[in-house]
């Protein structure tokens, strides 16, 4: 299965009426325990991580660093609930994502987690308003949507371009506007995926202070993957992959 895929999951009564998870004493926490990940593969399974567990609170930030292939993107897919472990658990605010049902995941992953990818997937199509506020179609209380996210792109430096396509902006640009957008429905859990890369220094550098400074105002918990050395610098705590496992840089 491709990692983009999630396993859908049939929507069945006893599933939804099921009793909520227990969550005292979890409240702002994103728990990673024994996580595993094979893959399978014509030649057999190929393992990718092993034995991944560390905590963080609200407000804390991590960047996670590694070779190419190391496992990163399918660590933070994981904890973004696109895709599952093989084995082990992964509870944010208390919750386990894997334990829902589809439409349960899907207003888990809405409301509580933020992705920029490396290559900002904007809507050709959308204005850089209307991309922001995608993630508010499918969300319930829409009554301050528009507002907020003309602060946020107040916030990211980019007022004078509410109008734009994708298109006509630069690529830092681009990736500051991927940032509102992920941050539009308060997500508790942001987790971005080498966000500078495609980026030269100087926009690089720029969406970095943007992403430091936002997850200082909104106090998420924030995942970086990143190769950039100056950016993985700014954080307090540092992981890095090796041979499937993560340790402390
Ligand atoms: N859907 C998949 N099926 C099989 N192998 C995969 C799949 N996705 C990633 N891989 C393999 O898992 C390893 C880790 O990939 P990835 O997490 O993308 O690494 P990184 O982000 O650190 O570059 C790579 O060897 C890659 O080929
Ligand atoms: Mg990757």
Known sequence: MNRHQVPLRPLVAEKLESPKPHTEGRFGLLEVSEV???YPTPRGALKVLSGISFTLSRGGATAIMGPSGSGKSTLLHILGALDSPSSGHVRLDGVNPFELDERALANFRNQKIGFVFQDHCLMPQCSVLENVLVPTLVSRASNHHPERARKLLDQVGLSERLDHRPAELSGGEKQRVALARALINEPMLLLCDEPTGNLDS?????????L???HARQKTILIVVTHNADLAAKFPVRYEM????????
């Open 36 to 38: 595993n990940k094979e």
């Open 202 to 210: 100087k926009s690089a550098e720029t969406v970095a202070s943007i």
């Open 212 to 214: 430091l400074e936002l």
């Open 242 to 249: 090796v041979e499937q496992c993560i340790r402390q840089a």
